[in-house]
């Protein structure tokens, strides 16, 4: 699983944290050997624009979920499984996070040139403009290719809409530090599920 990645140069105030950082990934990785290998990132309390290998993508605490409701965050079935069933790891994780990556062609396109220098923070209201619309469910957006491809020889002029035929990766993370994260503190983002919308 690999998710936005941020690399800068380490100031002097982090170089004890990210000495911090691998013993309690050591000591992690004793206790739940199973642990994916993680990612260092700041920690943010608001959303963040970076790129991976060229893609873009938005990361951001699970509380700032656009499409979080009353029910909690939009989730496929095979996601909550997982999750569910890390549950009983009891990892201490201090936060949840979600990464997405964003459609280059999208509204994302006039932060690329920025985006060449490193990560840019992201005001709530154009992280949504960036995000789009809720994700279809993969399970209609799956069955609307495949009843698409079906038809396709048949005499039907109708294509599906683009936002059914596009995919886009997601990621939770488990976020955890020498302390609770606050903001702008490196911690360790450990990837815990992935899914194509």
């Known amino acids: 699983m690999h998710g936005p990645e941020v690399r800068s140069r380490p100031h002097a105030s982090n170089r004890k944290t990210r000495a911090e950082l691998v013993r309690l990934d050591d000591y992690l ?5 199973a642990l994916p290998a993680p990612t260092t990132l ?4 608001s959303p963040v624009v ?3 290998e060229g893609v873009p993508w938005i990361y951001r605490p699970v ?5 979080c409701d009353s029910r909690g965050t939009v989730l496929p079935r095979e996601v909550r499984a997982r999750l569910k069933k890390l549950t009983i790891w009891a990892v201490p994780f201090h936060r949840l996070a979600i990464a997405q990556e964003l ?3 999208g509204p994302v396109r006039e932060w690329l040139p920025s985006l060449e220098q490193g990560p840019r923070p ?5 992280a949504a403009e960036l995000m789009g619309e809720v994700p279809v469910h993969p399970f ?3 069955l609307v290719r495949v009843l698409d491809h079906a038809i396709a020889g048949a005499t039907f002029t109708a294509r599906i809409p683009a936002s059914l035929a596009r995919t886009a990766k997601a990621i939770v993370f488990g976020v955890i530090g020498p302390e609770p994260p606050r903001h702008g503190e490196l911690c360790l983002w450990y990837p815990l599920a ?3 919308w």
Do not use: E, F, Q, T
């Open 29 to 33: 990785h004793w206790v739940w050997p």
């Open 140 to 142: 209609v957006a799956r």
């Open 103 to 105: 459609d280059r062609d």
């Open 194 to 196: 992935d899914w194509r």
């Open 50 to 52: 970076a790129l991976r």
């Open 63 to 67: 509380k700032w979920d656009p499409s």
């Open 42 to 45: 700041a920690w943010s309390d």
């Open 122 to 126: 992201c005001p709530d209201d154009r």
